[in-house]
């Protein structure tokens, strides 16, 4: 039985964490980005855009596997214009 965290590449049984930066980086350079992707700007990428979507900061430091909100804070940036849209609509 195979494990579910294994993927087959072309040389051995298993993709390294190494063969995960490649892929993505190719697949980034193939959409045409024009920056380097890497699997740590998707994960950043996407709790910053679920954040500045609504998201509530303690689901999304409970989905990256946060002990501390702190942390999570640091890491996904909150774009000036969520923040300026959200004081006009909760606070103003």
Not at 29 to 50: E, S
């Amino acid at each position: 039985h195979r494990d579910l965290h294994s993927f087959p590449t072309r040389r051995s049984s298993d993709l390294t964490q190494r063969g995960i930066e490649h892929i993505i980086s190719q697949i980034g350079k193939r959409a045409g980005i024009g920056r380097p992707v890497y699997p740590h700007l998707i994960r950043h990428t996407t709790a910053t855009d679920a954040l500045n979507r609504g998201m509530n900061v303690a689901e999304v430091q409970k989905i990256l596997g946060h002990a501390k909100l702190d942390t999570t804070m640091i890491y996904a940036k909150i774009s000036q214009d969520s923040v300026k849209f959200n004081h006009r609509r909760y606070i103003v």
